[in-house]
């Protein structure tokens, strides 16, 4: 009796370590999927900023609103502008999905929860200061400056330290001084004489975007620990992409003399100029499951390795970019040099590095 018990105790035990197995490679999927995910949102985006009314610098030396618009309020206003119609359409797209799923109510509930205060302060960190500097520094220096963006576990593991008390032990300090290096590897290639202008301008941005998501990380990792991840993602889209029209815009359109008038003349043109809306359509799409499987991924194989296999979009951001922009509609210059292609690939070992000890993929395999 004791040995039929036993074999059966034995037969369960393995069906649990198959089902977690299984279950841990399932969330190593999502959260790369999150990653690639990323990558297109920022391709589609970019390739919205570039058609249209967006196209060929259009607006600057022209009068909208009865104001002269210089290179300034072109690259800083029409990029938080760029921003917020990703993210208003994300948020547009996470509310349809939550009502076809029916948890439109739980997203009303949630709002008005300690942990829905979290993921909207959260929000404001990582929309109208962390997104619009994506978005300004994509426009100023191109895809290469995804990876510096993907310093952001980097840089929350070190505010995780400092604000938290979290740990940073030497294999976390070894992953950040390697994203570093990756970091600088990148700032080389504005160097050379054909560097496009603003360049380093554009990677300095970046590293206000990567300050912003580290510290979304740090906030958010509360929130989302007591929320459904498709709920979190509803209020992280709906927060920053409201706040940035009704907001951040605004505030622009006063600082460049325009004034709100201004503000609203270029949103009425962008949101009704069809030929680059489509491409907003499909980024906030793709906005929609870069996060909200980031989260999933992160709940099913740990923050740790989720941070790490989503921070591989300092890869596909710019791999999409060439494919969408580069090869899909002829835009020349696209591609990456060797440099910063490697620069990414270090990037990613480094994040990896910081999330988890790589030798515990090898443990997890001979489980």
Sequence with gaps: ??????????????????????????????AILSGICYGLYSAFMTLGMAKGVWANNLYVGTTVGGTVLSSFVMIYMLGALGSALNDTISGIWCILIAAVKGKLGDFFRTIKTKPG????????IGGPIASTAYVVSLQMAGSIIIPITALCPAIGAILGRVLFKQELNARMMAGVAICIIASIMIGTTGMSADAPAGLMLGILIAFIAALGWGIEGCVAGYGTSMIDYEIGITIRQCTSGLTNLIILVPLWGILSGGGIGLAGELIGDVVTDMPSLIFFIISGFASVYAYSLWYKGNSMCGAALGMACNGAYSFWGPFFIWIVLGIFDGQPGKGLPPIAWAAAIVMIFGILMISMNPLDLLKKKED
């Design 117 to 124: 205060a979290v993921m909207i302060v959260a929000a404001l």
């Design 1 to 30: 009796m004791n040995e039929v018990s036993g074999a059966a105790n034995a037969k369960a035990i393995t069906a649990k370590k198959k089902l977690s197995s299984s279950f841990f490679k399932k969330g190593i999927t999502v």
